[in-house]
């Protein structure tokens, strides 16, 4: 195996102790540092990926960078499965957070009574706000003060700065004002108002502002930690779905064991009722297999000898023995799962320039507000500072980035584990932009738009013999072979009645057809060309009907015995059920269609007919999918491809939007962006219409973080925006951006559930 490049190795890590999106930047510069590294730090997901290309780089250097930047990092515990922080963990961070806000709130609420409403106050009221205020700012606000302590010991600035700068001010001013100024007096009174009022000068007390800021700050974290806990509900669920123990077949017993005992091989019993524990393929037994909550199909599949289930998927039929193919994390559920947590890692282009925005914005702040200071001093005199000190607080709370850090990262978690669920992986945030631009959409026929499998679609008897018979007959003869054709045509005679008898002196003839005696007939089947070697000559009916059949893009297969042709059996791939829909839904969507195969031009037209294509390219070998993908582009169409087989993995990478059906190859997986789990058509329809609408609101909530800032920032640099007014803004504005993602979780399929049927493509006049 050559090698074209440096080995790339990928490390993730847990962190802890990000607060805004302003230390993910902090985290990702630092790590960035080093040679041969290419970090990302997500900061909703509270991880980084990291790409090492210099092998001189080691995972404890990354740690050390990290606690170098003043926060914490883990390796997974379990680096081959996706790491997800467990519920347990997860929710004592919760309870510490909601237990400091309760308490926060409680002492908190007399204090903006008492300066929002002048009739509660009585004489020394100002002392039982400082008493209240007091834990408020130091205990409530601890978590800030401490964070922005560490950023400072690192030469940095974040969030927590803003916050803790403001709330510290805002109860240094009230101790100056208390113990230094007119405020501490018997007697003294004082009033709320939305503006600050100038001139006020040291009788003026801002406890309600260090206490209400902190508690706003502190429902919006744990109203965005409750979110973040929401939006990758999805992921959670998908990674406790699996069996928890499996019963397994050693030396002819049944033996219960943990689901970690399971290996390649293993042959164990599904009941019903009960979750197949692993991937495998099922040895004995029939069955109906419910895969909903892994793939979104909503209709049990049927399952017999020799078909493959997936585990986490349920038996709801009978008992079947299932031999394990793959365990751990190679199984469907552990590459789901990592495939959507790699989605939630990434960025999206936009993401990018809201990081490198809040990387300087507070920087930037913190510069804003002393020049607000120092403007407001210079107009109202230093003797009368009121307005210079609220303005300049105002400024620094309201400007917290968070929103900006929380737009991009909360809609891909919501959007991807909501996916998930529908069946629909997307591989990274990169996508998003490119299902925006697409106008063209190619689909692979065979597997894609077709089943894939053959299937009888028409029986055509010679005069004076009776379809029943020619079924009978070329049924049982065809049942001994394993050629797909044979399999067809056996399946179709049972469907339609037929008794299949044994056969005797079976003889097959590689590429043409086979022979052999069933009920004392020499019977044989075949392609025409061997029934002539046979001495059994078409008459001009059967002349007629192949012509019929060839033009619909059928194979049709002849059946002779005792010496003459009895009739023509007709076989053709079956168009899925809801491939027309979707074709449909495509065109809805404003994208164009065009079907793209390596079969006949009569067989590819006969399918594009079916499901309402108008456009073809057919005969095309694998290299000529790429070609035709190019072509396309060439003439300035942006296009998405849709295949399944190791032929179109090519055409998928090439294309500007790849999707793949999860029931093909996995080549096509791996060269795709969108990976559709289930192999209905329809999926492709509703994976770009969930990327169009996460990006969408990926885009609204940037819009309002960025509007809001922009908006907010003059109004408190005026003086205009009382400082509390201002922390309940900037609470509020994290929150809706949270809140406006958790909409993605109603998203839901436009189709109804299929049903278990397929489109046959039958020839006219047959």
Request: glycine share 10%; hydrophobic share 50%; net charge negative.
């Amino acid at each position: 195996m050559s090698v074209t490049g440096p080995a790339r190795e990928e490390v993730r890590l847990d962190i802890e102790g990000m607060t805004c999106a302003s230390c993910a930047m902090r985290i990702e510069k630092r790590l960035n540092r080093l040679d041969g590294v290419t970090a990302s730090v997500n900061y909703a997901t509270e991880k980084a990926t990291v790409v090492l290309s210099d092998a001189s780089v080691t995972a404890q250097d990354l740690l050390d960078q990290v606690a170098a930047a003043g926060y914490t990092a883990t390796l997974p515990a379990a680096p081959g499965v996706p790491a997800v922080v467990p519920p347990a963990v997860a929710d004592h961070a919760s309870v510490a957070l909601r237990q400091r806000l309760i308490g926060s709130a409680a002492l908190a609420v007399p204090v903006v009574l008492l300066a929002m409403v002048p009739a509660l106050q009585f004489d020394s009221w100002q002392w039982l706000s400082l008493t209240l205020a007091a834990p408020v700012v130091v205990w409530g606000a601890w978590p800030f003060h401490r964070a922005a302590w560490s950023n400072l010991r690192h030469g940095a600035a974040t969030m927590d700065t803003l916050i803790s700068v403001g709330t510290i001010a805002a109860f240094g001013w009230s101790l100056y004002a208390l113990f230094l100024g007119d405020a501490g007096q018997p007697g003294f009174r004082d009033h709320f108002s939305l503006t600050p009022e100038r001139g006020m000068g040291s009788s003026q007390i801002y406890l309600e502002v260090a206490a209400g800021v902190t508690v706003f700050i502190l429902a919006g974290r744990f109203a965005e930690e409750r979110a973040k806990r929401s939006s990758g509900a999805a992921l959670r669920a998908l990674l406790q779905l699996g069996a928890k123990d499996v019963a397994v077949v050693r030396d002819g017993d049944e033996v219960r064991v943990p689901i970690a005992q399971l290996t390649v091989g293993d042959v164990f019993i599904v009941r019903p009722g009960e979750k197949v524990a692993t991937d495998g393929t099922v040895m004995s037994g029939t069955s109906a297999i419910d895969a909903s909550l892994l793939t979104g199909e909503p209709v049990p599949v049927e399952v017999g000898p020799g078909d493959a289930v997936a585990g986490a998927t349920v038996n709801v039929g009978g008992r079947l023995l299932v031999r394990a193919t793959r365990v751990g994390s190679d199984t469907a559920l552990a590459q789901i799962a990592r495939l959507v947590e790699d989605a939630q890692a990434g960025k999206a282009a936009v993401q990018r320039l809201a990081d490198r925005i809040a990387g300087v914005f507070v920087p930037v702040v913190i510069l804003l507000a002393g020049a607000t200071l120092a403007f407001w001093l210079v107009v109202d005199g230093t003797g009368k500072a009121t307005t210079a000190f609220t303005a300049a607080v105002s400024v620094l709370i309201i400007a917290c980035p968070c929103a900006l850090g929380l737009a991009t990262p909360t809609a891909l978690m919501v959007s991807t584990g909501r996916g998930a669920q529908l069946g629909i992986l997307i591989k990274g945030p990169e996508v998003l932009e490119s299902t925006r631009a697409i106008d063209t959409i190619v689909l692979d026929k065979t597997g894609t738009v077709t089943t894939g499998k053959m299937a009888l679609v028409d029986v055509v008897p010679a005069r004076g013999v009776s379809a029943e018979e020619l079924l009978t007959l070329a049924g049982s003869l065809e049942a001994a072979s394993e050629h797909p054709i044979a399999r067809a045509v056996a399946e179709g005679a049972r469907q339609r009645g037929a008794v299949l008898a044994a056969v005797e002196s079976f003889a097959n003839s590689a590429g043409l057809g086979v022979r052999g005696t069933v009920d004392g007939h020499a019977v044989v089947v075949g392609r025409e060309r061997f029934l002539a070697d046979c001495a059994l000559p078409l008459d001009d009916d059967l002349r007629t009907a192949r012509d019929v059949a060839e033009a619909a893009g059928c194979t049709p297969v002849f059946v002779g015995w005792d010496g003459a042709v009895r009739g023509m059996l007709v076989v053709s791939d079956v168009v899925k059920a809801t491939s027309a829909e979707a074709v449909a839904g495509l065109r809805a969507l404003g994208l164009r269609p065009v079907l793209l195969t390596g079969d006949n031009a009569r067989a590819a037209r006969a399918v594009a007919d079916a499901v309402g294509i108008d456009e073809v390219i057919a005969e095309v070998l694998p290299a000529d999918k790429v070609a035709a993908i190019e072509r396309l582009q060439a003439a300035g169409h942006v296009v998405a491809m849709v295949g399944d087989g190791v032929n179109d993995a090519a055409a998928l990478a090439r294309a500007d939007l790849g999707l793949a059906m999860g029931t093909g190859a996995d080549a096509a997986m791996e060269a795709s962006d969108l990976t559709l789990v289930r192999g209905d058509l329809r999926s492709a329809v509703d994976a770009i219409r969930l990327a169009r609408r996460t990006l969408a609101t990926i885009k609204g909530n940037l819009f309002w973080a960025f509007a809001y800032n922009i908006a907010a920032l003059p109004l408190a640099a005026a003086g205009l925006l009382n400082p509390m007014l201002a922390g309940l803004a900037m609470a509020f504005s994290s929150v809706f951006v949270v809140t406006n993602s958790l909409r993605l979780r109603r998203f839901t399929s436009t189709f109804a559930p299929a049903a278990d049927t397929a489109t046959h493509i039958t020839p006219t006049g047959a």
